[in-house]
């Protein structure tokens, strides 16, 4: 049975930072890429940042390029993603998703924790 658990979200004030985790099991992690997402009241999942198996390629969106980084460690079965400079607009649930392909499809991710809520204050 596959499980993905984030964790590390919370209330931040603007300009802070915050590391979310993600633990799998059930799943040869290290074949996997892995992906962050979220999603805003009232609007759809979208795309933050995803990691290939091996760690050596990562991919962002536009609106977090630069303040947020992934990252694994394939001998814990771990993500992360550590987010700087953290403003309301990222307010939202992060989900962390496993899947075959780098990419910010999020229908090409079949396997999805349940969350963690991010709050940024303004």
């Known amino acids: 049975q596959v499980q993905l658990v984030e964790s590390g979200g919370g209330l931040v004030q603007a300009g802070g930072s915050l590391r979310l985790s993600c633990a799998t099991s059930g799943l040869t992690f290290s074949t996997y890429a892995m992906g962050w997402f979220r999603q805003a009241p009232g609007k759809e999942r979208e795309f933050v940042a995803a990691i290939k198996w091996s760690g050596r390629s990562t991919y962002y969106a536009d609106s977090v390029k630069g303040r947020f980084t992934i990252s694994r460690d394939n001998t814990r079965n771990e993500v992360y993603l550590q987010m700087n400079l953290l403003k309301p607009e990222d307010t939202a649930i992060y989900y962390c998703?496993?899947?075959?392909?780098?990419?910010?499809?999020?229908?090409?991710?079949?396997?999805w924790g349940q969350g963690t809520q991010v709050t940024v204050s303004s």
């Open positions: 998703a496993a899947g075959y392909e780098l990419t910010n499809n999020r229908y090409e991710y079949p396997y």
